[in-house]
């Protein structure tokens, strides 16, 4: 997905090969790396368009805004820029250029085929994933549910507790996400086997929704762990950077309770609906960060992939 190739530009393998790069041009010709920070501080304190494209965020309560009101008046006084500059075109309904560019680039860049990265490691990490929703498609909630299912049971048990990997789980974000769906492992003393126990979640969901429909309580008890995780306490902190992840992405109130109405009607018939949409994941990929010797053993047991030496 274009969110996931940014994210991997940004923190991933590639970022690192990016600041090795950036420090040995630092180291042997700064007066470049000089020029290109100086285009970015330009870039993002243009005088017509910064103002435009800031955002302050302050949590507080009512008396706590109040006091401080004078203070951020004055601080955004200071700011460069012309309150009255251009406008940045609206990103809501105009694709940012960066996924723009990301598009373009993902065919050569990031294809879609089975990586391992080659560390000093004794342990694996494994990860696979998918498409479940194409883009414009509509992910219900029930779709948190299910996975939450998944990640505190199945890949949890086999996984973790049958195959000894510090942490086993599934990521899937049916309100805000991309449609994607990821299988992880963490320090995993296994590779291949791994692999099966991912490629056999949908068989596993497909029985497991046979015993949700003949066990409403056991249907119930996953349905309250995924509102738990919804209506968890929150510090102030965590309120105020919720208002703003909502504020940005426009999430209205009747989304919200949208969203919690499909939560709490989900039943059996949802989880068959997921592991069908599992077994026919679209774009699937492996990407695995272990040893030369893990993978040998892996490429045996007829998971191949296509290595590249990080460190």
């Known amino acids: 997905s274009v969110p996931g190739f940014l994210n991997e530009k940004m923190g991933g393998i590639s970022y690192l090969k990016s600041v090795n790069q950036l420090l040995k041009d630092a180291e042997e010709d700064w007066d470049s790396v000089l020029t290109r920070l100086k285009n970015i501080r330009k870039a993002i304190l243009n005088e017509s368009t910064c103002r435009d494209g800031m955002m302050l965020h302050i949590t ?37 250029p960066w996924a723009t560019r990301a598009k373009a680039d993902m065919p050569n860049l990031a294809p879609l085929k089975d990586e391992g990265f080659v560390v000093p490691t004794q342990v694996s990490y494994v990860g696979k994933g998918g498409q479940l929703y194409e883009q414009g498609e509509i992910v219900p909630g029930t779709g948190n549910v299910v996975s939450r299912f998944l990640r505190t049971g199945y890949l949890w048990d086999h996984v973790r507790v049958i195959g000894g990997a510090y942490g086993g789980f599934c990521t899937f974000d049916a309100k805000g996400g991309d449609g994607v769906f990821t299988y992880l492992s963490y320090r995993d003393p296994n590779l291949d086997k791994t692999l099966d126990v991912y490629d056999a979640t949908s068989d596993a969901l497909l029985e497991a929704a046979e015993e949700l429909e003949k066990n409403p309580d056991a249907l119930a008890t996953a349905i309250i762990g995924a509102v738990g995780d919804m209506d968890g306490a929150l510090s102030p902190d965590q309120k105020g950077a919720t208002a703003l992840n909502r504020w940005i992405s426009r999430e209205t109130p009747e ?40 993978f040998d053993a892996a490429a045996k047991a007829g998971k191949e992939m296509e290595l590249n030496q990080v460190v």
């Open 255 to 294: 989304r919200r309770q949208q969203f919690r109405d499909e939560v709490l009607n989900t039943k059996a018939s949802d989880f068959k609906d997921f592991a069908m949409r599992l077994k026919d994941m679209k774009k699937q990929s492996v990407a695995v960060v272990s040893s030369k010797a893990a």
């Open 60 to 96: 507080g309560d009512k008396a706590v805004l109040e006091t401080v009101q004078p203070s951020v008046d004055e601080f955004l006084s200071s700011l460069p820029g012309d309150a009255n500059g251009s406008k940045l075109p609206d990103f809501y309904n105009i694709e940012h």
